[in-house]
């Protein structure tokens, strides 16, 4: 699986869009890119996945470059509940268990 | 409400006591997963099932064993050869077909002292 680098920590103010951005420059093409967030001491929480096309969900937006070596998720307007950990994680989706490799993410804080 | 429940949300016990994690769910998932995560790391896949009666060793299976005998439970069993059990661990269920969503539970942060 392709290795994912994200900063690991950012801030951003309530109400603001949050831009959290993840480099997988070695991304293959059956590589999808998917994001889950985790909320102190629960469990992670799936939030949207993408293979090439930018895509939209009730929660965030994820934006792929063109040549797929990076990708940003967004949250449109920012929350305190969305303070949490974000996981960006590559994995060739395939049948049958799916393992998917959390490393350390980025911690969001979210500012009043 | 369709989820996954673990039991005890908090667990202790005496260093060279085995003990054993529950992990129920009612998704009609085939696929269970046992992580572990430590303070400020990420998830670390430990045990994962496909189907039951079928498991495969995660990344860090030493110490700890698993049984599938039936489709809504995959218990996880930490036993005395785990080096470091204190930790929080976490299961989750998928569906068997190409899936990107994990489910989780709540976790079940263990102490071993």
């Known amino acids: 699986d392709a290795k994912t680098t994200q900063p690991p920590s950012m801030d951003c103010a309530e109400g603001r869009a949050a831009n959290l951005p993840c480099n997988h420059s070695?991304?293959?093409?059956?590589?999808?890119v998917y994001w889950y967030r985790q909320i102190h001491s629960q469990g992670p929480q799936y939030i949207i996945h993408?293979?090439?096309n930018n895509e939209t969900n009730e929660m965030a937006s994820l934006i792929i470059t063109e040549d797929r070596k990076s990708s940003t998720l967004i949250l449109p307007h920012a929350t305190l509940r969305d303070t949490a950990v974000y996981y960006c994680?590559?994995?060739?989706?395939?049948?049958?268990?799916?393992?998917?490799?959390f490393g350390t993410g980025t911690r969001l804080t979210v500012i009043p | 409400d369709g989820g996954i429940t673990q039991s005890p949300k908090y667990l202790f016990r005496k260093e060279g006591q085995n003990v054993t994690l529950s992990c129920e769910q009612n998704?009609?998932?085939?696929?269970m997963y046992w992580y572990r995560q430590d303070p400020g790391q990420g998830l670390r896949l430990i045990y994962y099932?496909?189907?039951?009666?079928?498991?495969q060793k995660g990344d860090i299976a030493e110490g700890y064993s698993v049984s599938r005998e039936k489709k809504e439970s995959f218990p996880l069993t930490v036993t005395s050869a785990q080096k470091n059990p204190t930790a929080f661990y976490l299961c989750?269920?998928?569906?068997?077909?190409?899936?990107?969503?994990?489910?989780f539970g709540p976790g079940t942060r263990l102490t071993v002292t």
């Open positions: 989750a269920s998928s569906i068997s077909v190409p899936s990107y969503e994990q489910y």
């Open positions: 070695t991304i293959s093409g059956n590589e999808y």
């Open positions: 993408g293979l090439k």
């Open positions: 994680i590559v994995r060739v989706e395939q049948t049958g268990a799916n393992n998917l490799f």
């Open positions: 998704l009609n998932h085939d696929a």
């Open positions: 099932s496909q189907i039951v009666n079928d498991f």
